[in-house]
């Protein structure tokens, strides 16, 4: 794991005997912009990318996905309609997902629960 990052137990589970992990990122990190973030990190290779914000969903998508290994996955959110979406969201929305799906190189698995997700896995450049 790099210097600017560090895995931090959380809690623990009873039920399944594990731990839950919280991502812990330098300060320096929330000082950039997500898509300056995503045009900066050209040459570093990530196995897990979650999409929570339009750089890297609805901007910056080829930058996020080329920056996976093979493997590695995307997980984005909030495809399902929802009450508290700008307007400027939701016809965004379709055109993501078939994006996504018509990928190459990539497998696709979408879940109608929550606020909707979609995962990605990447087999293959």
Same mark, same amino acid.
């Given at each position: 794991?790099?210097?600017? /990052?560090?895995?931090?137990?959380?809690?623990?589970?009873?039920?399944?005997?594990?731990?839950?992990?919280?991502?812990?990122?330098?300060?320096? #990190?929330?000082?950039?912009?997500?898509?300056?973030?995503?045009?900066?990190?050209?040459?570093?290779? #990530?196995?897990?990318?979650?999409?929570? !914000?339009?750089?890297g969903? #609805?901007?910056h998508?080829?930058?996020?996905? /080329?920056?996976?290994?093979?493997?590695?996955?995307?997980?984005?959110?909030?495809?399902?309609?929802?009450?508290?979406?700008?307007?400027e969201?939701?016809?965004?929305?379709?055109?993501l997902?078939?994006?996504?799906?018509?990928r190459?190189? #990539?497998?696709?698995?979408?879940? !109608?629960?929550?606020?909707?997700?979609?995962?990605?896995?990447?087999?293959?450049?």
């Amino acid at each position: 794991m790099p210097g600017c /990052s560090r895995l931090t137990p959380r809690r623990r589970c009873r039920r399944s005997r594990g731990v839950i992990w919280e991502t812990t990122l330098a300060s320096r #990190f929330s000082s950039v912009t997500a898509g300056r973030f995503w045009s900066r990190r050209r040459r570093r290779r #990530f196995d897990l990318i979650y999409a929570d !914000a339009w750089p890297g969903k #609805f901007t910056h998508l080829d930058e996020a996905l /080329s920056l996976l290994t093979i493997g590695g996955m995307y997980l984005v959110d909030d495809l399902l309609p929802q009450p508290n979406w700008p307007v400027e969201h939701a016809p965004r929305v379709p055109v993501l997902i078939d994006r996504l799906r018509n990928r190459p190189g #990539f497998v696709e698995v979408t879940l !109608a629960w929550s606020s909707g997700l979609m995962l990605l896995v990447r087999v293959g450049r």
